[in-house]
């Protein structure tokens, strides 16, 4: 069974900066895409940015800029780093990569920017 471990969410102040990690444990003989989605209360999920195993990125557009993905294949890990914060990137953020031609998907973690 392969599960991924979120953190580095938080509290920061807007303009601040985090950055979440997503590492996976377990069998894993196939390993491709990875990403990060997140939620704010009452609205839908939606993709904040994703990296494929060729290491090419995308990102939502209000992120751009501000926002970078990558990834340690490695070590089976995504990383998010978050700079110049805003109230609205509030929400649970949650990683998912695509291992063994299934995608799993991490447990969360909570983001909240104050004004």
């Known amino acids: 069974q392969v599960n991924l471990a979120e953190s580095g969410g938080g509290l920061v102040q807007a303009g601040g900066s985090l950055r979440l990690s997503c590492a996976a444990s377990g069998y894993i003989f196939h390993l491709n895409g990875m990403g990060w989605y997140r939620q704010a209360p009452g609205k839908q999920r939606e993709l904040v940015a994703a990296i494929s195993k060729g290491r090419r990125t995308n990102y939502l557009d209000s992120v751009k800029g501000r926002f970078t993905i990558s990834s340690d294949n490695a070590k089976n890990t995504v990383y998010l780093q978050m700079n110049s914060l805003k109230p609205e990137d509030t929400a649970v953020y949650y990683c998912?990569?695509?291992?063994?031609?299934?995608?799993?998907w991490g447990q969360g973690t909570q983001v909240t920017v104050s004004s």
């Open positions: 998912y990569q695509e291992i063994n031609f299934r995608e799993i």
